[in-house]
């Protein structure tokens, strides 16, 4: 064999073991990506359940989160009310307790009051009592009197009583002289021809003027049909305060169960009917 022949050989002898070599590494670098693939991919897929458990623990953090959220806004909220309604029972106890500190000073005013009231009030027992003391020897010095002053008083009432009786004939006496008087002038009317009929009730009744109306000259009586009276019927008007007055002559134009309207008949009155003034269907005397 020449020298190039081995050297050729040499050459397909190292070529071949370099061919080995090339693919004994990629072989082992293949079963080596493989591995290292599946590696890889298991690897990926952990991560990715990892990922996917990191997902939904956040979701379930995130809406534990809102919850919590949801659950301290609620409680603030309560807060809130709770310190509004807090604030206004504050401020209602203040208001009492300005009105209790009120009432507190006026009590302490009212009790100074009462204390300078109690002290007076001693001082005018102690005065009533000398004075009680006075009146007891005063009772004891006129009980010597009681006799003498007992007639006298006898004798006072009886003098006072004859005079009242006295005095009402005097009243009578004096509102017949006044209707006299009227009736004079009233003949002397009656001859001029402006003289009218009376026509008064046929039971003896009396009554008082309850309303008056000075500008028709209408006034209404406490008198109607149930006590007799009846529409045409006359009535005597006469007035005792503050001194016995003879008025006139009242002609009844409407009459109602208690109580009639009439008016003064042109007899030349002596004055203008009053309320309260006296009506009667007669005057003692007449």
Do not use: C
Request: net charge positive; no cysteine; charged share 30%.
């Amino acid at each position: 064999m020449t020298t190039m022949g081995k050297i050729l050989v040499f050459i397909n002898l190292l070529f071949a073991v370099l061919v080995m070599s090339l693919i004994t590494v990629v072989f082992v670098t293949k079963t080596n990506w493989a591995t290292g693939h599946a590696f890889e991919v298991a690897e990926k897929k952990k991560a990715q359940a990892n990922y996917q458990n990191e997902v939904t623990r956040r979701a379930e953090l995130e809406k534990e989160k809102n919850l919590l959220l949801a659950q301290a806004d609620g409680s603030i909220a309560d807060l809130k009310a709770k310190l509004e309604l807090s604030d206004k029972v504050k401020v209602d106890a203040e208001a009492k307790l300005l009105e209790a500190n009120k009432r507190v000073d006026d009590a302490d005013a009212r009790v100074k009051q009462l204390t300078a009231a109690n002290e007076g009030m001693k001082v005018e027992i102690k005065s009533l009592d000398e004075r009680l003391g006075e009146s007891q020897q005063l009772i004891l010095k006129l009980g010597l009197d009681n006799k003498k002053y007992k007639a006298e008083a006898i004798k006072a009432t009886t003098d006072l009583q004859s005079a009242l009786d006295r005095n009402d004939q005097l009243v009578q006496k004096l509102v017949e002289s006044d209707k006299k008087i009227s009736f004079l002038e009233g003949d002397a009317a009656a001859k001029a021809g402006q003289r009218d009929i009376k026509n008064p009730p046929p039971d003896d009744i009396r009554g008082r003027v309850m309303v008056t109306d000075e500008a028709s000259g209408y006034v209404t009586i406490n008198l109607g049909s149930d006590n007799g009276v009846s529409k045409g019927n006359t009535l005597e008007v006469y007035r005792l305060k503050p001194r016995p007055q003879y008025i006139g002559t009242l002609r009844v134009y409407d009459v109602r169960p208690n109580e009639a309207v009439g008016k003064l008949m042109g007899t030349g009155p002596r004055g203008k009917i009053l309320k309260d003034d006296e009506v009667a269907s007669r005057i003692l005397g007449q």
